[in-house]
């Protein structure tokens, strides 16, 4: 996969698109978003943010 | 004001971000990931850690190079530009230990103008209401102001 620069205001930074595996499948973020749901189920949603 | 940073990588769905820390104790990868965790109300749960010698990543690790606050500004960074690119999105942040939650609480209140400027930021104590500085928070979260 190519890699492309990031553009910002028209300006072209370091950051770039391209490089990065999907993290999504890694335990630690399964983990992670298993207790964020938890959290948001016991808690409920940010109150500004319910659509 | 722009705060020193690392270069971040990530791909086309501006979801994964990879970074490298460079300080005393040496380099260190570090991931961040944007996981979508309610598709009803596009919440996304924000995490981040450092990729450990087998690959995995924890965020349970001291990596003490010295770098917390430029960390900290990339990490910002690629909120900033996850949500360019998912605008309607929520993000929430739960830290894994008191530390780490005061960690990000510390990130949201050393950046809190330049941060409420572009997001609408609230913290949960008890309930979810408007962050404020030097309140303590079981959580954050920050969603892109409609403009």
Do not use: C
Not at chain 2, 10 to 31: D, L, M, Q, V
Not at chain 2, 34 to 40: E, G, R, S, V
Request: a positive charge.
């Amino acid at each position: 996969m190519p890699t492309i620069t990031i553009k910002r205001n028209g300006k072209a930074t370091k950051d770039t698109v391209g490089k990065v595996r999907d993290l999504s499948k890694e335990p630690f973020f399964v983990k992670k978003a298993n207790e964020a749901k938890a959290f948001l189920k016991k808690h409920g949603l940010p109150a500004t943010h319910k659509k | 004001m722009s705060l020193e940073r690392y270069n971040f990588e990530t791909e086309r769905t501006h979801t994964s971000y990879e970074f490298t820390s460079e300080g005393r104790n040496g380099i260190i990868r570090k991931g961040v990931n944007f996981q979508l965790i309610d598709p009803k109300h596009e919440i996304y749960n924000l995490a981040f850690g450092d990729f450990n010698a087998q690959g995995e990543i924890d965020d349970l690790s001291v990596s003490d190079n010295k770098d917390r606050d430029k960390i900290l500004a990339t990490v910002a960074a690629t909120v900033v530009d996850f949500s360019e690119n998912h605008p309607t999105a929520t993000i929430i942040a739960t830290g894994s230990t008191l530390a780490r939650t005061r960690l990000y609480r510390m990130g949201i209140t050393r950046n809190f103008e330049n941060i409420s400027e572009i997001f609408d930021v609230q913290g949960y104590a008890g309930g979810w209401v408007p962050f404020k500085k030097g309140t303590d928070y079981q959580a954050f979260s920050v969603r892109r102001k409609i403009s």
